[in-house]
């Protein structure tokens, strides 16, 4: 069954290490015959949540105008959705916090999805494990969402670090089972 799979990559860098990491799973996707989309973060104007609960108290739509209501028809379509980000502080970096922040207007309507959560991480384990514990805690907040793997790597602090290692056969590997 051919599936809908969306990819936001958070990734500064294109060609950074999350970044082709994400793109050896879309790779895999694409070959197993799914519909694949990859938006990047750094690409779009995506403003910060201000906090003025106009997406609450309103119409349910939030009052800034730039890319993010587009991103959100297609965060709802999806039937996978691939969250990739290189690790800033043991977190996800801010082009991502802001992302999670502006899914407020439809966060109810962001249920039944597989994810993956896709890091990238200088460090060692504990940055994966602290950034995997942010996606959660957003995940935690959706309706009905099963959490399918984590493709990983430590290490790396270079633009294509990631490139010849096994990480990479994973996100292949973990796209063509999506």
Request: proline share 3%.
């Amino acid at each position: 069954m051919s599936k809908t799979i969306l990819c936001i990559s958070s990734s500064p860098r294109a060609k950074g290490n999350s970044d082709l990491l994400c793109d050896a799973f879309m790779h895999g996707a694409t070959e197993a015959g799914h519909t694949v989309e990859k938006v990047r973060l750094a690409e779009k104007n995506i403003n910060y949540c201000t906090g003025c609960c106009s997406c609450i108290g309103g119409s349910g739509v939030c009052a800034q105008q730039d890319d993010m209501a587009d991103i959100l028809g297609k965060l709802i379509a999806a039937d996978v959705i691939v969250f990739a980000t290189p690790v800033y502080f043991r977190s996800f970096n801010g082009p991502m916090k802001t992302f999670i922040d502006r899914v407020c207007p439809v966060y109810t309507h962001v249920s039944d999805k597989d994810v993956y959560f896709i890091i990238s991480a200088a460090g060692g384990a504990l940055p994966v494990e602290s950034t995997e514990q942010s996606f959660r805690t957003f995940t935690g907040c959706l309706r009905n969402i099963r959490e399918k793997g984590t493709i990983s790597i430590t290490g790396v602090w270079d633009e294509d670090s990631v490139k010849g290692t096994r990480a990479l056969q994973q996100a292949h590997a973990a796209g063509s089972k999506a």
